[in-house]
């Protein structure tokens, strides 16, 4: 299981049940125990839904959901970025705190996520 007990992911384009495409989906298929599936976005993945072992679907899910974390995070380190320095220090003192806090976490998060890239990747190559 990918680690979320209600959530499945799609193993086509990542989306789940938290967070679908943005044109709206449903399940062509899905495995609530493995925790992946197929949403109406993706028909050309259930080949790989019907021929693939769950085992190596969902390895393949988990480098996908890492991949698109850091993507997520990312974008939102980089919306953090002061582009003027003069407008930080403009900032009272404790919106320049707690703007540094916010950063520092998603920074850490970011880190987070390629740990859990390399680890998915790993247990990708041990199929």
Do not use: H
Not at 71 to 98: G, I, Y
Request: with cysteine; aromatic share 6%.
């Amino acid at each position: 299981m990918l680690g979320f007990e209600c959530e499945s992911v799609c193993i086509g384009c990542g989306c789940s049940d938290m967070r679908a495409c943005d044109e709206g989906c449903y399940w062509l298929a899905v495995d609530r125990e493995e925790g992946i599936g197929v949403c109406s976005s993706c028909p050309e993945s259930m080949k790989d839904w019907e021929s693939t072992p769950r085992g190596l679907l969902v390895r393949k899910s988990l480098v996908k959901r890492a991949t698109d974390q850091i993507v997520d995070l990312r974008s939102t380190v980089d919306a953090l970025r002061v582009s003027d320095l003069n407008a930080f220090d403009a900032m009272p003192a404790k919106e320049q705190r707690m703007y540094l806090a916010r950063k520092e976490a998603l920074v850490e998060a970011y880190r987070g996520a390629l740990v859990s890239l390399e680890m998915a990747k790993v247990r990708l190559e041990q199929v």
